[in-house]
């Protein structure tokens, strides 16, 4: 059996067919981040919800430098008519590629056949892999539970922000009870910085001292 992926680890490199053609992957996404994400099987109430949801975040997505890619162990020709149908009765285009998976090469490698079903088909997973090819956040629902669009792209912003500034994001960051949207520095590494920081920064205590955040999150 395969051993999960861990966050901060390199993504597998794989070559896999899909409605877009070949791609390789993390290769292909050189410089971008990329959401891998798992649905059991095509022509599905969930994954056919899941689809369209992501399909009308799809813009919002491109924006932030981040290109989505769905994976089942349906054949590339199931893939195509399911997009077709979606098309037809909701008229959503389906702007992302779909991974075949019938040999469940990366399912297993990724861990995403659910052990408790009698049928290969893969759980609800979620890959996101930033631009040096390297899984940042995975999440696992089980199959009978739609995943969040909206916490995806939140979570891939925070670490964008994070990355960047060298602070924590809060629960629920930018929405956070206690502190709103501001974010958490790092903690004290000297006796020095302890008892300073709690007279140049906000703070509840010196181990817990938080920096306002000026930028727009719908921006980011």
């Known amino acids: 059996?395969?051993?999960?992926?861990?966050?901060?680890?390199?993504?597998?490199?794989?070559?896999?067919?899909?409605?877009?053609?070949?791609?390789?992957?993390?290769d292909n996404y050189e410089d971008k981040w990329f959401v891998l994400f798992s649905h059991p099987a095509d022509f599905t109430p969930v994954c056919v919800t899941e689809f369209v949801a992501f399909a009308k975040k799809y813009e919002t997505f491109k924006k932030l430098n981040i290109e989505l890619i769905g994976l089942s162990v349906d054949q590339v020709f199931s893939h195509i008519k399911w997009v077709e149908w979606i098309k037809e009765i909701f008229n959503v285009d389906i702007p992302f590629p779909i991974i075949e998976d019938g040999g469940e090469v990366v399912s297993k490698i990724l861990g995403m056949i659910h052990p408790d079903k009698t049928n290969s088909q893969t759980v609800r997973a979620v890959f996101v892999v930033d631009p040096y090819g390297i899984l940042r956040l995975s999440f696992y629902y089980p199959q009978e539970i739609g995943r969040n669009m909206d916490e995806i792209l939140r979570a891939i912003k925070a670490m964008k922000v994070t990355d960047t500034y060298q602070v924590a994001a809060p629960e629920n960051w930018p929405y956070n009870k206690l502190i709103g949207s501001d974010l958490i520095?790092?903690?004290?590494?000297?006796?020095?910085?302890?008892?300073?920081?709690?007279?140049e920064e906000a703070c509840f205590d010196w181990w817990f001292c938080y920096r306002q955040w000026i930028n727009n999150f719908d921006e980011i």
């Open 185 to 199: 520095l790092p903690p004290a590494d000297t006796i020095a910085d302890a008892m300073s920081r709690q007279q």
């Open 1 to 26: 059996m395969n051993r999960l992926l861990l966050l901060g680890e390199k993504f597998p490199t794989i070559k896999v067919q899909t409605t877009k053609g070949e791609i390789v992957l993390p």
